[in-house]
């Protein structure tokens, strides 16, 4: 329902950091589930960083546990993803989506809203690149 725009990727070397931002026209971020996630060639997209309505209700992926932070700051009705010591892992397409009312592990799980999403709510994605 709600068009979220993803920006902010990049190149970097291994042990970079990039800041990913969601945006949103209309709507006040503030009061959705954002979701980050990731797809790499050959690889099944996979959820990286949720955070629910509540700062405090948030989730990370295993791989980017104690690397990435994802935060919110309503007054820019904005959600960043904090990536830091970026992996060769990390590379990827990186997209946000939002929904209305989710926990944030499951939202990111492999089973959550956004695994029936359409192409009209993943859009473009932000491509991070990590070179050596």
């Known amino acids: 329902q709600v068009q979220v725009v993803a920006s902010g990727g990049g190149e970097v070397q291994p042990g970079g950091s990039l800041r990913l931002s969601c945006s949103a026209s209309?709507?006040?971020?503030?009061?959705?589930?954002i979701g980050w996630f990731r797809q790499a060639p050959g690889k099944e997209r996979e959820g990286v960083s949720c955070?629910?309505?509540?700062?405090?209700?948030?989730f990370y992926a295993d791989s980017v546990k104690g690397r990435f932070t994802i935060s919110r700051d309503r007054a820019k009705n904005t959600v960043y993803l904090q990536m830091n010591r970026l992996k060769t892992e990390d590379p990827a397409n990186y997209y946000c989506v939002a929904g209305r009312g989710w926990e944030s592990t499951y939202y990111c799980s492999d089973v959550g809203p956004p695994t029936h999403y359409g192409t009209d709510s993943w859009g473009k994605g932000t491509l991070v690149t990590v070179s050596s």
């Open positions: 209309g709507v006040r971020l503030e009061d959705y589930t």
């Open positions: 955070l629910g309505d509540s700062d405090s209700d948030t």
